[in-house]
Every structure is written in C-alpha cells, then in structure tokens.
C-alpha cells in the first residue's frame, strides 16, 4: 500500500500557489513535515504519514488504538487506557469573516487561511479533539483543529466501510500521534496531533499532495 502512496506522492508536488493556479494560497509551510526539528517525533511520523514517506524506509510501523466507532461526523479510538474522539459540525458561514479573491475564491477564513477544499466554502469544520489519558483529559487549544474543514471519517470501498484516519502511540510510551488524512481532487491535506506526557505539543499540517 506505501508503495502505491509513494508513486502517487512522487507524481505530487507541494505548490506555493493554489490548486488550479488562479488565486494565491496563504496556507502557512511552518508546520510542515519537513519543518520539524525533534527527531524523535520526526522519526515517528515519518513512519506512517504521506509527507514523510522518503524517510519511512526501514522504519517499523507504531502499535495503533483500535477504532471503536465512526460516521459521517465523527471517530472514536480506545485501548490502552487512551480515549480520542474527533467530532466535525457544519460550518455556519454566517458565524466567520470570509475573505474571497476576485470575490469567487476562498482564501481566507477569519483573516487566517485554511485547509480542505481550499478555495470554496467549507461545508464541515472540526469542532473538538477529545484525547483522555488515564481519565485525565489534554488539553488541545481551538486554533490546533478549527482551520480544519471537509473532514472525511469513513469511506466505503467495495461495500465495506474503511477509513485512512488512526491514532499511533511511540515505542517509548511517552507520545500519541492522532492522524487525519483528508484527500482532494484539488490536492488533499493530513494532520497530526502530537500528545507527550498527556500534553498537547504541537500539529503537523502537510498539504496539497494526491492531487
């Protein structure tokens, strides 16, 4: 399967301007994959994210939580005495400030750029995630998941109801890793969550690949 992800990203490329190249794309490169400076998370997210797929070579693929539940507006993982749900709610365009290039396109939300289906106005954005560890809950800010829209938890192939989204947990034991893949015609985005000692650390955003 990584090898059929590989020659799809290899055909891909990471674009500073938009999908179809008639207005600017404003979505922040900090938090890119190739950004991350910690080489133990590096290491672990390059074992199972799109973005990272040149240095999974040789790297053993992490124990992950059973999924326990999802639908069209959320999913569920437990085990391990770890909770994480990932829940989504329509987005009300009349709650942001919508900023239109040329007035056709998308491209800012609340004066911030944003991700999934770039350029139009979103029909879902992630509302909450959730992760509970031993009972104590982390703490994940709104600006980690609420530029996040479109999310896609399940999908169905040949009838059977499968999804690309998962939580890994490190060899250490020290770090969870909640991972959303949400694909594009246009160019999908992925997002990882990184939890360490049931603290939120930081996000990584890779976008416009699997175009």
């Excluded at 954005?125 to 959730?130: A, D, E, G, K």
Aim: with cysteine.
């Amino acid at each position: 399967m990584r090898i059929v992800l590989f020659v799809l990203l290899a055909l891909a490329c990471f674009n500073a301007f938009a999908q179809t190249g008639d207005y600017p794309d404003y979505r922040s490169k900090k938090e890119l994959f190739s950004r991350i400076i910690e080489k133990d998370i590096r290491s672990d997210i390059a074992s199972f994210s799109m973005a990272g797929i040149d240095e999974s070579v040789g790297k053993l693929p992490l124990k992950t939580l059973p999924i326990t539940g999802f639908g069209t507006d959320y999913i569920t993982f437990a085990g391990d005495n770890i909770e994480v749900k990932i829940t989504a709610a329509p987005f009300d365009k009349a709650k942001h400030k919508l900023g239109f290039y040329e007035e056709k396109y998308l491209v800012k939300i609340d004066n911030k750029p944003y991700f999934g289906d770039y350029g139009k106005v979103p029909r879902t954005t992630i509302n909450n995630v959730m992760v509970v560890i031993n009972k104590d809950t982390v703490a994940i800010p709104a600006t980690a998941f609420n530029d996040l829209h479109n999310p896609i938890f399940s999908f169905y192939d040949k009838g059977v109801q499968k999804t690309q989204n998962k939580v890994y947990l490190s060899a250490d034991g020290h770090k969870i890793y909640v991972y959303m893949l949400k694909r594009e015609d246009g160019g999908s985005y992925e997002v990882t969550w990184v939890i360490q000692d049931k603290k939120y650390v930081k996000r990584v955003v890779d976008f416009g690949f699997l175009k």
